[in-house]
């Protein structure tokens, strides 16, 4: 069946540090992934995009890889921040019209 | 803000109740989406709107009721719902491009609802 893991529930890291998040999936053939963050109580907000022939994308502090030959995306922010402290949500599609969300991961930056 | 905009942000009704969630999106989008977030589940997707015309009803119980007047605007009617239904529901838009609608979604902020 169909399947999205993100690593863990929750993430803990010391500010300044990188950040590594794992987006995997099964039986997809995505065309694209994104990634989002989410805060509590909140609605997703869209990060970034990246499509199934790009290796890697950046924005900012944030970098994104995709390998569709170990169906993983790898999301990472750099000299994390506490304001950086949120779920982050990874999403394929799975046809031209609907996209599936992973569970999402919950990063907590300390300071 | 996103430009998109749900009413009302929280919602309490009974099982025998028939209440209406509200989105608008001030975005020029072509594409309105219905998510549920339910605690520590993934975003379902419910029901998807292209041009003001439904291409996905991710089977969700009829109880469950969209409608979508014009591409700006999407409603959920809610009619007999279960406990089990209580939940976060999202609305998202996005616009078409390169034979894909769903890429870059802009959510709402969402309704919580607290089904008694």
């Known amino acids: 069946s169909q399947k999205i893991e993100q690593n863990s529930e929750a993430l803990n890291i010391q500010e300044g540090k990188t950040a590594t998040l794992t987006c995997n999936y099964t039986n997809y053939s995505p065309a694209y992934l994104q990634w989002y963050r989410q805060d509590p109580g909140r609605g997703p907000v869209f990060l970034l995009l990246?499509?199934?022939?790009?290796k890697e994308k950046r924005k900012e502090r944030l970098k994104v890889t995709f390998d569709t030959t170990l169906k993983q995306s790898l999301f990472h922010i750099t000299a994390s921040q506490p304001a950086d402290s949120a779920t982050y949500l990874c999403a394929l599609d799975t046809s031209y019209d609907k996209v599936i969300f992973g569970p999402g991961t919950s990063l907590s930056v300390i300071p | 803000e996103t430009g998109v905009t749900q009413t009302p942000r929280h919602l309490v009704m009974g099982m025998t109740n028939k209440k209406s969630l509200k989105c608008e999106q001030h975005l020029g989008h072509n594409a309105m989406y219905w998510y549920k977030q339910s605690a520590k589940k993934p975003l379902e997707l419910m029901f998807v709107y292209n041009f003001k015309e439904q291409t996905e009803n991710n089977s969700v119980p009829s109880r469950f009721s969209p409608e979508c007047p014009n591409s700006s605007h999407l409603f959920l009617h809610l009619h007999t719902l279960q406990p089990e239904d209580s939940a976060l529901y999202l609305c998202?838009?996005?616009?078409?491009?390169?034979?894909?609608?769903?890429?870059?979604?802009?959510f709402g902020p969402g309704t919580r609802l607290t089904v008694l």
């Open positions: 998202a838009s996005s616009q078409p491009a390169g034979g894909f609608i769903s890429d870059t979604q802009y």
């Open positions: 990246i499509r199934e022939n790009e």
